[in-house]
């Protein structure tokens, strides 16, 4: 589904992908670990076409996406959960869910009703201002966002960062549905290990801007030295 | 008594221009973080095409017809040549429209020399209301300024494309993420602030004298209305346009025409000081 091939990128001059090479195959879950600065955040944001690309290729469904617009990209079926959620706060749910839709060209822009059994609450509050919602809540928005559209892959940045620890669970149980209903490809950037555990079949380990080490999710519920040696400072 | 109804149906009147100019500014700063400082030639523009139909033979109305189209595509090709390169960086945007300023202006007195030119009131009627009679075109302008004020904001604040254009305003990454074409957004914002213009230059064109340097008359108090009514609410436009106007027109009026500017820079002076952001600042999209 996607195939990144020494991939170089980041800010300006500072390259902080290095050589990043990873395939996500269709319909499978990964899980992407590593320390704060490792550059997760800069490789979901390359792949949406938010940073130039300094070399390598990435190919999504069949087709390079290297230096397409994000708009593009997001209409090939890549939806993207950005880290800090980045919601509309000063619009309704509803529009930040229509939001979704807008952007592709289809002529069905009705919300699917599947959403709304993942995510009753959007249901019950569609018509409050989204900027009024838990920090929780709004991550329901903002992966119901990226949802409405039937994306084919989603790119999830931290959906656990700055939530009440009761929800963090509650959302990968929530993931895990939804990856299951749909067989929906999943890359998750994550430094929770609950939430990895829950729903991820492969975790990759991300270090300076270079892909280290994959193991299957199991791997990592049994050994714990292979966590304090990636995560642990 | 009959004085005062037409010195405040004269100052209502400027004042829904002054909105409808400033409305255009407004949108294109809130959006791509761009000011204009051309906005006022493209006013200008629109009342020149009024003239150049009118030296054609043809109706005044089908000149103000085809000025908003004439300046709409004018924006779109200054968008393409200037605009789109210096998106979100307002200084730079500031010298390159203020250079695009003079060449419009410049542009306009090669082809129609720098003396002013006169387009004549299509309707000349008057109305009779109580004991004083006012110029039908003078009302006509005003529905058309009020019908056209409330078709932006419907757009930007009410339909699908406002609801697009204002989540690009307040994110654009995370817009772009979603499928929605920015630069697109950009693009139809900017041709819709300069057809808004070209518009209102058409049809305030038979009531002032029309000529190269007209868009700064109507461009500085734009800019006033927004800093005064603040940039991030439409409704900020409303409230500085009718502030700035009708400071501006009745002291013209009551005192002169000099120390009615000075009381408007005197109120902006005030206002910003007193809330920075505007009076509507930090309010975003109502």
Same mark, same amino acid.
């Given at each position: 589904?996607? @195939? *990144?091939?020494?991939?170089?990128?980041?800010?300006?001059?500072?390259?902080?992908? =290095?050589d990043?090479? %990873?395939?996500?195959?269709?319909?499978?879950?990964?899980a992407?670990?590593?320390?704060?600065?490792?550059?997760?955040?800069?490789?979901?944001?390359?792949?949406?076409?938010?940073?130039?690309?300094?070399?390598?290729? *990435?190919?999504?469904?069949?087709?390079?996406?290297?230096?397409?617009?994000?708009?593009?990209?997001?209409?090939?079926?890549?939806?993207?959960?950005?880290?800090?959620?980045? #919601?509309?706060?000063?619009?309704?749910?509803?529009?930040?869910?229509?939001?979704?839709?807008?952007?592709?060209?289809?002529? =069905?822009?009705?919300?699917?009703? +599947? #959403?709304?059994?993942?995510?009753?609450?959007?249901?019950?509050?569609?018509? +409050?201002?989204?900027?009024?919602?838990?920090?929780?809540?709004?991550?329901?928005? @903002?992966? @119901?966002?990226?949802?409405?559209?039937?994306?084919?892959?989603?790119?999830?940045?931290?959906?656990?960062?700055? %939530?009440?620890?009761s929800?963090?669970?509650?959302?990968?149980?929530?993931?895990?549905? %939804? @990856?299951?209903?749909?067989?929906?490809? #999943?890359?998750?950037?994550?430094?929770?290990?609950?939430?990895?555990?829950? *729903?991820?079949?492969?975790?990759?380990?991300?270090?300076?801007?270079?892909?280290?080490?994959?193991v299957?999710?199991?791997? *990592?519920?049994?050994?714990?030295?292979?966590?304090?040696?990636?995560?642990?400072? | &008594?009959?004085d005062?109804?037409?010195?405040?149906? $004269?100052?209502?009147?400027?004042?829904?221009?002054?909105?409808?100019v400033?409305?255009?500014?407004?949108?294109?700063?809130?959006m791509m973080?761009?000011?204009? &400082?051309?906005?006022?030639?493209?006013?200008?523009?629109?009342?020149?095409?009024?003239?150049?139909?009118?030296q &054609?033979?043809?109706?005044?109305?089908?000149?103000?017809?085809?000025?908003?189209?004439?300046?709409?595509?004018?924006?779109?090709?200054?968008?393409?040549?200037?605009?789109?390169?210096?998106?979100?960086?307002?200084?730079?945007?500031?010298?390159?429209?203020?250079g695009?300023?003079?060449?419009?202006?410049?542009?306009?007195?090669?082809?129609?020399?720098?003396?002013?030119?006169?387009?004549?009131?299509?309707?000349?009627g008057?109305?009779?209301?109580?004991?004083?009679?006012?110029?039908?075109?003078?009302?006509?302008?005003?529905?058309?300024?009020?019908?056209?004020?409330?078709? &932006?904001?419907?757009?930007?604040?009410?339909?699908?494309?406002?609801?697009?254009?204002?989540?690009?305003?307040?994110?654009?990454?995370?817009?772009?993420?979603?499928? /929605?074409?920015?630069?697109?957004?950009?693009?139809?914002?900017?041709?819709?602030?300069?057809?808004?213009?070209?518009?209102?230059?058409? /049809?305030?064109?038979?009531?002032?004298?029309?000529?190269p340097?007209?868009?700064?008359?109507?461009?500085?108090?734009?800019?006033?209305?927004?800093?005064?009514?603040?940039?991030?609410?439409?409704?900020?436009?409303?409230?500085?346009?009718?502030?700035?106007?009708?400071?501006? $027109?009745?002291?013209?009026?009551?005192?002169?025409?000099?120390?009615?500017?000075?009381?408007?820079?005197?109120?902006?002076?005030?206002?910003?000081?007193?809330?920075?952001?505007?009076?509507?600042?930090?309010?975003?999209?109502?």
């Amino acid at each position: 589904m996607l @195939a *990144i091939n020494h991939l170089h990128a980041g800010y300006g001059n500072s390259q902080v992908l =290095n050589d990043f090479s %990873i395939t996500v195959p269709a319909g499978e879950v990964l899980a992407l670990m590593g320390r704060n600065g490792m550059g997760k955040t800069t490789l979901l944001k390359a792949t949406m076409g938010l940073l130039p690309i300094a070399a390598g290729e *990435i190919r999504f469904d069949d087709h390079s996406i290297v230096g397409r617009a994000s708009h593009d990209i997001a209409r090939l079926g890549l939806g993207y959960v950005p880290q800090g959620r980045e #919601i509309f706060d000063d619009f309704t749910v509803l529009e930040n869910l229509r939001l979704g839709l807008m952007g592709h060209a289809s002529n =069905n822009q009705t919300l699917p009703e +599947q #959403i709304f059994s993942w995510f009753p609450v959007l249901r019950d509050r569609a018509d +409050q201002r989204a900027g009024s919602f838990s920090g929780g809540q709004q991550q329901m928005l @903002a992966i @119901a966002r990226a949802l409405v559209s039937g994306p084919k892959m989603l790119l999830l940045d931290e959906p656990t960062e700055g %939530i009440q620890p009761s929800l963090v669970h509650d959302i990968g149980l929530r993931l895990r549905e %939804i @990856a299951r209903d749909t067989g929906l490809t #999943i890359l998750l950037v994550e430094q929770n290990v609950d939430i990895v555990r829950t *729903i991820a079949d492969q975790v990759i380990f991300m270090e300076n801007g270079k892909a280290v080490e994959q193991v299957p999710v199991g791997a *990592i519920r049994q050994d714990d030295d292979l966590l304090a040696r990636h995560l642990t400072l | &008594m009959t004085d005062i109804a037409i010195l405040i149906l $004269n100052t209502t009147s400027y004042i829904l221009i002054l909105v409808l100019v400033a409305l255009g500014l407004v949108v294109v700063f809130g959006m791509m973080g761009v000011i204009n &400082m051309a906005h006022g030639e493209l006013f200008m523009l629109g009342a020149y095409t009024v003239v150049v139909a009118g030296q &054609m033979g043809l109706p005044f109305w089908l000149g103000a017809l085809l000025a908003p189209l004439f300046v709409g595509a004018v924006g779109l090709l200054i968008e393409w040549m200037l605009i789109r390169h210096i998106y979100r960086r307002t200084l730079d945007t500031i010298l390159a429209t203020w250079g695009l300023s003079i060449v419009l202006k410049q542009a306009v007195v090669l082809f129609y020399g720098p003396s002013s030119q006169s387009v004549t009131v299509p309707i000349a009627g008057a109305v009779a209301i109580g004991d004083f009679s006012y110029p039908i075109y003078r009302l006509l302008l005003m529905t058309m300024a009020v019908m056209l004020i409330a078709g &932006m904001l419907w757009l930007f604040l009410r339909s699908d494309f406002g609801l697009k254009a204002r989540a690009v305003m307040a994110r654009p990454d995370t817009a772009a993420c979603l499928g /929605i074409d920015t630069r697109a957004m950009y693009r139809r914002t900017f041709v819709i602030g300069a057809a808004l213009a070209g518009f209102a230059g058409a /049809i305030v064109a038979p009531l002032i004298s029309v000529d190269p340097s007209m868009g700064l008359g109507y461009l500085i108090p734009g800019f006033i209305s927004i800093m005064v009514g603040g940039a991030g609410a439409l409704s900020g436009v409303l409230l500085g346009g009718g502030l700035v106007g009708a400071t501006n $027109n009745l002291l013209t009026v009551w005192l002169s025409p000099v120390l009615a500017q000075i009381a408007v820079f005197l109120l902006a002076i005030i206002i910003i000081r007193l809330r920075p952001s505007g009076l509507m600042g930090g309010r975003h999209g109502t």
